[in-house]
Nanobody, 114 residues
């Protein structure tokens, strides 16, 4: 079992920045990702990073968001810059354990509004 605890969400004005953190309860050795779910919409991939550091981003966040991981701290981060109202959602951390097991965090709310 792995527990994932997200933090760093909050209310920010358009154009602002937030940094989300996801701390795992034990060593993380495979792909970690951030997903988000806005009201009335399906959960969608925001960004992911493999154990080797390869990253993948949704087109809507490319150039604004950066995912990173610190394996020594069992933590993955999401630096979000130039935030837009359409980035408002609950953000979830996800840990994939091959071949098919997935762990989710409880989510952290991000609200972008003036």
């Amino acid at each position: 079992q792995v527990q994932l605890v997200e933090s760093g969400g909050g209310l920010v004005q358009p154009g602002g920045s937030l940094r989300l953190s996801c701390a795992a309860s034990r060593s993380i050795r495979s792909t970690m990702g951030w997903y988000r779910q806005a009201p009335g919409k399906q959960r969608e991939l925001v960004a992911q990073v493999t154990s080797g550091g390869t990253t993948n981003y949704a087109d809507s966040v490319k150039g604004r968001f950066t995912i990173s991981r610190d394996n020594a701290k069992n933590t993955v981060y999401l630096q979000m810059n130039s935030l837009k109202p359409e980035d408002t959602a609950v953000y979830y951390c996800r840990y994939d354990v091959p071949p098919s097991y997935v762990y989710w965090g409880q989510g952290t709310q991000v609200t972008v509004s003036s």
